[in-house]
């Protein structure tokens, strides 16, 4: 009797962990591409990004996460290229100091990409959850930055909206994990 109870337990564990790992290794189909983009501020653009990887059409949940992580950490660049450039030629003391803390946070929000990818690296969800929503709380301050005068002129704030959207489908990935 207890030998049967055991093998019972045994394999209702074994069932469990084959459905937790059958699932992580599906393909990610298009409506969760679009539940985690509904959750971020701007979805149409999460959803076009994410959709635009090639990987997309073939990578499962993990690899939909590294997707997010791997925009994220482009936008990054992309807008801390941009914070280099204007620090170096904006005339408005006002703004070159803008562009000076934008750049910090956007510094800060890559550190947190690549935590992100080492917890995924590790199969730890929790960890790319908090550190997307890291990226996302930095990308926002730099954001901020550009709420009260001087007017900025240039693409800096949009990007920073941009990988607040990328690290929040980081973040709503993560769950998927």
């Known amino acids: 009797m207890a030998k049967k109870i055991i093998i019972q337990i045994i394999s209702v564990v074994v069932l469990f962990v084959n459905l937790s790992y059958g699932r992580k290794n599906l393909k990610v189909a298009e409506d969760i591409v679009q539940e985690i983009c509904a959750s971020t501020n701007d979805p149409t653009f999460c959803f076009k990004a994410i959709k635009s990887d090639p990987r997309t059409a073939t990578e499962n949940l993990t690899g939909l996460a590294e997707i ?86 240039s693409e800096l704030a949009g990007l920073a909206g941009k990988l607040i959207t990328l690290c929040g489908a980081v973040f709503f990935a993560a769950q998927y994990v």
């Open 68 to 153: 997010c992580i791997d925009l994220a950490g482009a936008a990054s660049k992309k807008a801390e290229k941009l914070a280099a450039t204007l620090i170096k030629t904006a005339t408005d003391p006002q703004l070159k100091e803008k562009y000076r803390a934008c750049s910090k946070n956007i510094a800060a929000a890559r550190g947190r990409i690549g935590e992100a990818a080492k917890g995924l690296a590790a199969g730890n969800g929790k960890a790319v959850a908090e550190a997307g929503l890291d990226g996302l709380n930095e990308s926002e301050d730099c954001r901020d930055e550009f709420e009260a005068p001087p007017k900025d002129p």
